[in-house]
């Protein structure tokens, strides 16, 4: 109709309207209310929308959002194509809404271990689609009107957003860094909790605290010491703790990773969440897991049924034969999650070199595949704006993307509004890459660093 009247759609509107008259008037004014429920309301910004699109737009070295450009070892590859492709043909259709039944039980064997707890898997485990929805049903299901949530910054950030909509009060608390020792670069594991401020957090509100360890951007792994202290508070309050360990595989330098759920006192209040996708290197996979006393994990159950129901079947199945024979290979060389962490470890300090001969300043991180690293001495290339609601290290990677190829993402992202300006001056970059990213990256870095200095 439109190319047949040879009008632009402004013109072809236009008209439209003009013909239906008043009562066109009378919808527009029914259409003019508030269309979205209040709970969204200053929500719809996101940085993985905004920046995965930007990476995908220009030509670039993609070192932002959180995922390998490397394939998942062959054994958990080769898992899925025997379930879909294997005669079991029910792995085609529906399975348990809260956990197929062999990957509840091979994660209850699993971690029951780990967490010194005999877990039954159909009370104790719950499936669901990535750690993102665990994370979503912790927040409807037992975070109230009122209520007050610590959140640990700098932190993942759809934990604010998932608070608000709950309806329940963020309250922040910041790691904060210390000076690194002489002529060392500064580690994660300088960022730390204040723990008099950390008290001073838990109220007569409080219903939960997020921790997440190792932690997503800054690779922080805690100690025993900072987890005991945690705990202390949860218990002393009667506080819940949704512990997201989604890189609980991806430690370095011979850390360990303590689970806060097998501390004194804490099974019974802590959602423990992981993540098939970070676990073996598969995220678009989509599978999640929570793990917690019934008492708990009964609502998050009944979120999950009235929203997303069910996980896809044949991821489940992979997901499951995965985790049997890293079950049989536990703690040795031939184990993905031994290998898996060396291997990172290695492109780790790969990058750091990078990124210092590039002349920013990498916080190493102990854990997870990200690097949080300041680059104030850069700060020439793009001007300074302190009016503009956008903050710097937005604009500069945006400036980055554009003129040099090399994608991260903003750290700012990961800090409450009020905090975000203190720490504009850091990005975050991914190392879960292959040899030949990081190898490009390092080439754009060397350049910029040769413009620089005019050479
Ligand atoms: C700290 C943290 N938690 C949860 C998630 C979500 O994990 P999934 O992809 O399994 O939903 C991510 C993903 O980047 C993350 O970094």
């Known amino acids: 109709m439109l190319r047949r009247s040879g009008l632009s759609l402004g013109q072809y509107f236009l008209r439209r309207k003009n013909r239906a008259g008043f009562s066109w008037y009378f919808n527009k004014t029914k259409m003019s209310r508030l269309v979205q429920a209040r709970r969204l309301e200053g929500m719809d910004k996101n940085v993985w929308v905004e920046f995965v699109k930007l990476a995908a737009t220009y030509p670039t070295v993609n070192l932002g959002q959180g995922f390998p450009d490397f394939p998942p070892p062959d054994f958990v590859k080769e898992a899925f194509m025997k379930a879909v492709g294997g005669e079991n043909i029910m792995l085609h259709q529906y399975t348990r809404a809260f956990g197929h039944p062999v990957l509840v039980t091979i994660l209850a064997r699993f971690f029951g271990k780990l967490l010194g707890q005999e877990l039954d898997p159909l009370t104790n485990v719950l499936v669901t689609v990535g750690a993102y929805e665990a994370l979503f049903c912790c927040f409807q299901a037992l975070v109230d009107e009122g209520d007050e949530v610590i959140i640990i910054e700098p932190f993942f950030d759809c934990y604010e957003p998932m608070v608000k909509m709950a309806g329940g009060t963020p309250v922040f608390v910041q790691l904060r860094p210390k000076a690194a020792e002489a002529g060392k670069l500064m580690s994660s594991g300088d960022w730390q909790l204040d723990p008099a401020e950390l008290a001073s957090r838990f109220t007569e509100r409080t219903k939960a605290i997020v921790l997440n360890s190792p932690n997503n951007p ?30 609980e595989w991806i430690v370095y330098d011979g850390k360990e990773h303590i689970r806060i759920a097998s501390l004194p006192g804490m099974w019974d209040r802590t959602i423990t969440i992981g993540s098939a996708g970070k676990t073996f290197s598969a995220t678009g996979w989509k599978i999640g897991w929570s793990l ?24 489940q199945e992979a997901v499951a034969q995965a985790f049997q024979r890293e079950f049989d290979n536990y703690g040795k060389p031939d184990s993905y999650f031994v290998q898996l962490a060396q291997e990172l470890q290695q492109k780790r300090d790969w990058l750091v070199r990078s990124l210092v001969a590039g002349g920013m300043k990498p916080i190493v991180p102990e854990g997870t595949y990200f690097l949080m690293a300041d680059f104030s001495e850069f700060k020439s290339e793009v001007p300074d704006l302190p009016d503009s609601d956008e903050p710097y290290d937005s604009r500069f990677i945006k400036w980055m993307i554009i003129n040099k190829g090399l994608v991260s993402i903003p750290v700012s992202a990961f800090y409450s509004t009020p905090h ?35 050479q």
């Open 218 to 247: 800054l690779g922080k792994v805690f100690t025993r010491g900072e987890m005991e202290l945690i705990a202390d508070l949860c218990v002393k309050h009667d506080v819940l703790c949704f512990s997201d360990e989604v890189y």
């Open 420 to 454: 975000k300006r203190n720490f504009d001056h850091f990005i975050r970059f991914c190392f879960a890459k292959e040899e030949s990213t990081l190898k490009a990256a390092e080439d754009i870095l060397q350049q910029w660093s040769l413009e620089k200095t005019g």
């Open 292 to 315: 917690g006393p019934d008492r708990l994990l009964k609502h998050l159950r009944t979120v999950h049924q009235n929203s997303v129901y069910h996980c896809p079947t044949a991821a």
